[in-house]
């Protein structure tokens, strides 16, 4: 009987509700990735100082925010002002939260995936080789809902350890229900300031957008290993943080 796949759960953090641990996902040749590696997660912009001491017992020491130099300034990421941490801003353009929601939209965030593979190719490298740099904590990366950008870099890391796509897609999918409330206040709050119909698919996790990505992976580049050398990250880099990944 095939063993039913679940997502990690959100850590119990005030005013974030996409926090999760890469970490107890099954690899295929029977290891399990290793908690308080790596979180991925929405933006902890609002974030009080209990959520704070919560983040730093868990062990983040190094954040990564994937928003647009426009998203930052206009909301900072709170962890990024904590003595501890080590913050580094890698902007990465979604075409929907980084641009305001202004301009020609997707249809489908599968296109914006593979156009982050392709044109955010050496700022993923860049990524990783910050990783490598804090292999002894606890890695956060965020972009604003957990989702897209986030949820591109889970599928590499993801795929780097061994994960199957189908755990990648399990990962992915639980997106959508964590931040249904918050997705349902944006779009209405959109409408009323800007008159802005924001497509569904800006807010949806549906399994086939990653899926895409994934497919796409494997056919320009193979797997995340190649896609990262290609990018310039270096073979000790990624070995270190395959070690941080999985024994």
């Given amino acids: 009987m095939d063993t039913e796949i679940t997502a990690s759960k959100p850590l119990k953090i005030d005013t974030t509700f996409n926090t999760r641990d890469l970490g107890g996902y099954k690899t295929k040749d029977g290891k399990t990735t290793k908690m308080h590696a790596f979180l991925r997660s929405d933006l902890p912009a609002q974030i009080t100082d209990h959520g704070k001491k919560v983040l730093l017992d868990y062990g983040v020491r190094c954040v990564v925010d ?4 426009a998203e930052v300034n206009f909301m900072p990421n709170a962890l990024r002002f904590i003595p501890e941490i080590d913050y580094y801003s890698l902007p990465m353009l979604d075409q929907t939260t980084s641009q305001g929601f202004h301009g020609k939209m997707p249809d489908n965030m599968g296109t914006v995936y593979i156009d982050l593979l392709n044109h955010s190719h050496k700022d993923f490298g860049k990524m990783f080789h910050i990783f490598a740099q804090h292999k002894d904590s606890t890695n956060l990366f965020n972009c604003t809902a957990g989702k897209d950008r986030t949820g591109v ?4 890391l993801l795929n780097l350890a061994g994960v199957d796509s189908e755990t990648i897609l399990v990962d992915y999918e639980v997106t959508e229900s964590n931040m249904h409330t918050v997705f349902e206040k944006q779009k ?3 409408k009323e300031k800007y008159g802005i119909d924001v497509p569904d698919s800006a807010f949806s996790s549906e399994r086939f957008q990653m899926e895409t990505a994934i497919d796409y992976l494997k056919k320009k580049w193979g797997d995340a290993e190649k896609y990262l050398l290609d990018a310039a990250v270096s073979e000790e880099d990624i070995r270190i943080v395959k070690s941080m990944l999985v024994d």
């Avoid at 994937?66 to 130099?69: D, E, F, G, M, W």
């Avoid at 870099?153 to 590499?156: G, N």
């Fill in 66 to 69: 994937l928003r647009s130099l």
């Fill in 153 to 156: 870099t889970a599928m590499l």
């Fill in 188 to 190: 209405v709050m959109i």
